[in-house]
């Protein structure tokens, strides 16, 4: 099911982004950016569902730049919603609603992932064969996100909520697709290309 939803981006700091063609958006530090973010949980460019959830979603973006139609699409991996090491986390978020999700994924980074949970203390482990699960909810100028994870210092699946910006999963590296004789896809990279897919 797509979460269709108007979101506002907020941009800290300055980001160039380029598309195919070689043509160059500029987004200034403290500027905003209106439009309607669609979400959509997907089994990938591939069309093969390793877990009983899909693995990815499709990320749309529709906005106006510089007085343009322009509309950006991509892809977030399990890894592009685990959250960032040294992150501040939540056991606990009353009123969670789902609007995206369940997507399911394995990480298997082999780095150590630390956090930080809201009374101070700090939780980590080795990011080996850890399953995950992901479900998400639009607020403000963020993406609230719940993980059930397995936590290999417990034994068991703990839960943890955290939010992501916006400009955290837009304008990320376009899809490698490597093509077989017949012009099918056998592989790719989530993030493989050197340009951001976007059209106008």
Not at 32 to 56: I, K
Not at 149 to 154: E, G, I, N, R, S
Not at 170 to 192: N, V
Request: overall charge negative; aromatic content about 12%; proline content about 6%.
């Amino acid at each position: 099911m797509t979460s269709q939803q108007p979101i506002t981006v907020r941009f800290d700091q300055d980001l160039t982004v380029t598309n195919h063609l070689g043509e160059q958006m500029n987004f200034p530090a403290g500027s905003l950016l209106h439009g309607t973010l669609f979400l959509t949980p997907y089994d990938g460019p591939l069309g093969v569902r390793e877990f009983q959830n899909p693995q990815f979603i499709d990320v749309n973006f529709e906005f106006q730049h510089k007085e343009k139609g322009s509309i950006y699409r991509g892809l977030l991996t399990p890894c592009d919603l685990w959250p960032v090491s040294g992150a501040t986390v939540q056991t606990d978020v009353p009123g969670f609603t789902p609007e995206v999700g369940p997507v399911d994924g394995l990480l298997d980074h082999r780095e150590e992932w630390r956090c930080i949970l809201l009374d101070g203390s700090h939780h980590g482990f080795l990011l080996k064969y850890i399953g995950c699960s992901f479900s998400l909810m639009i607020v403000d100028d963020s993406v609230l996100v719940r993980c059930r994870y397995y936590d290999p210092t417990v034994g068991e699946d703990l839960t943890i909520f955290y939010t992501k910006k916006f400009v955290e999963m837009l304008f990320l590296k376009a899809p490698r697709l490597y093509l077989d004789d017949a012009d099918a896809i056998e592989d790719f990279l989530p993030h493989g290309e050197s340009y951001v897919s976007i059209e106008q």
